[in-house]
């Protein structure tokens, strides 16, 4: 899409959200008279937001204080009108390709799991770990028979990262029977207290923007994420990792 460069995803973002100048809005209007494809993004973030207030509507009046990042662990960005659950758009994060040297010869024989490994010894690292900025770390999950997943995580900033799949059109059928890493490592940065995992699992295809979108909600109160999480999923079967942030 041939974007006027001085017309990023954000400053839409906030245009949508009435957060602009006047000058800037003279600007935006300017360049959506003559940018189809910038009227089509804009078209875009309206309707994710008209959405969210169709599924959560007791959420469609949130003060604009509360707006948190979102930021996609994907290989290509995506941009989330979230304006009404206070969720913006940010640039990706610095990703690291994934390679064969986690162990993947675990073959699975209960229920769901989410592991994750530190990448620079492959040791895989137990729940509330202790870790500090820039390490990079490698996520991997286990299912048996035929099962539908999301991953994301949520730090201490209320910052949501979706894992996996790695698009919001991507399919949420699983591996199954062996330990499979994502396909992306994952570089911590440098928000305080905490980054939480969590895999949410179904027998039936999962539908990624609600399940995105309630992870939004979720990071509204940063705090209480994994006290919320038994409860907004509580429907499906859930997974959790803590890493704490030193």
Same mark, same amino acid.
């Given at each position: ?16 959200c ?7 809005k003279?600007? =935006?209007?300017t360049? !959506?008279?003559?940018? *189809?494809? +910038?009227?089509? #993004?804009?078209?875009?973030?309206? &309707? $994710? /937001? ?15 204080s ?8 994907a290989?290509?960005? =995506?941009?989330?009108? !979230?304006?009404?659950? *206070?969720? +913006?758009?940010? #640039?990706?994060?610095?990703?690291? &390709? $994934? /390679?064969a040297s ?15 490994y ?21 996520l991997?999950?286990m299912?048996?028979?035929? &099962? ?15 894992h ?22 994952y570089?911590?940065?440098?928000a ?7 895999f ?29 999480s ?17």
């Amino acid at each position: 899409m041939n974007r006027p460069s001085h017309i990023s995803v954000l400053m839409l973002e906030r245009y949508n959200c009435g957060e602009v100048t006047a000058e800037e809005k003279e600007q =935006i209007e300017t360049a !959506l008279d003559s940018d *189809a494809g +910038l009227s089509q #993004a804009l078209a875009d973030i309206r &309707r $994710s /937001d008209f959405e969210f207030r169709n599924t959560y509507p007791e959420h469609s009046s949130l003060p604009k204080s509360g707006k948190k990042k979102y930021r996609t662990a994907a290989v290509a960005p =995506i941009a989330l009108g !979230l304006c009404a659950a *206070a969720a +913006l758009f940010a #640039a990706m994060l610095p990703l690291f &390709r $994934s /390679d064969a040297s986690v162990p993947m010869t675990d073959r699975m024989k209960g229920g769901a799991e989410l592991t994750v490994y530190l990448k620079t010894d492959n040791a895989k690292l137990p729940d509330n770990a202790v870790l500090g900025a820039g390490n990079t770390i490698q996520l991997a999950y286990m299912v048996s028979g035929n &099962r539908y997943g999301v991953i994301f995580s949520i730090d201490g900033r209320g910052a949501v990262t979706m894992h996996y799949p790695y698009s919001m059109e991507g399919s949420t059928l699983l591996v199954s029977g062996k330990r499979t890493a994502l396909e992306d490592a994952y570089t911590l940065d440098d928000a305080p207290d905490y980054e939480i995992f969590f895999f949410v699992i179904d027998d039936e295809p999962l539908n990624v923007t609600k399940i995105m979108n309630s992870a939004g909600i979720m990071a509204l109160n940063p705090g209480t994420v994994l006290e919320q999480s038994s409860r907004v999923f509580k429907d499906y079967e859930i997974k959790t990792v803590v890493l704490r942030k030193e």
